[in-house]
């Protein structure tokens, strides 16, 4: 077992840092209804890329914010996409049922996107990716999304123009 995490943990600080301005990353993953999401299907939109479990404290208190940034900005052309590393999908189904939660929330049970394509290992992460498709920036650690600070942040995103 050590052994594992040893590797693992070599092969994840050999990976090159996520720079900002770099294209993010195409996937496609199934969101918790069985439909196929994939990203580049959002281009010209603004996207809150949010990695996530609810195994994680910090991510179950972050939603809820999360959530509210979504209603307010997805008029202006804000998606959020969170994606989920659980294992099961009814659980997180019954989750966004509970909380009202009206952005995508997709399924990574295996973490090929979470690791593989983002470098996340720790969790709560978000990517804000521009209308073009470019990463301007990575959030690690949750946010209050209700924030003055947080919505002026997203305010002058969605603004800018392709």
């Known amino acids: 077992m050590k052994i594992l995490i040893l590797t693992f943990l070599i092969l994840a600080l050999n ?12 996937f496609f993953l199934k969101d918790i209804y069985g439909k196929t999401i994939r990203l580049s299907d959002y ?9 996530w479990a609810m195994w994680c404290g910090d991510c179950v208190k972050e939603i809820p914010s999360l959530n509210n940034a979504y209603v307010l900005f997805k008029d202006k052309g804000l998606e959020v996409i969170s994606i989920s590393t659980d294992t099961s999908i009814s659980k997180l189904q ?4 509970k909380n009202k939660i ?5 399924h990574d ?3 090929s996107v979470t690791i593989k394509s983002y470098q996340v290992i720790g969790l709560p992460v ?5 209308r073009d498709g470019k990463i301007i920036e990575r959030i690690n650690g949750p946010r209050d999304w209700n924030s003055q600070a947080m ?3 997203i305010q002058s995103i969605v603004q800018k123009k392709q």
């Open 109 to 111: 049970p295996d973490k």
């Open 126 to 130: 978000t990517f804000i990716i521009d």
């Open 151 to 153: 919505k002026k942040k």
């Open 43 to 51: 281009k010209g939109k603004v996207v809150l890329l949010h990695f």
């Open 15 to 26: 990976q090159p840092a996520y720079a900002n301005d770099k294209k993010a990353s195409d």
């Open 94 to 97: 019954e989750f966004s049922n």
């Open 102 to 106: 009206e952005f995508l929330i997709l």
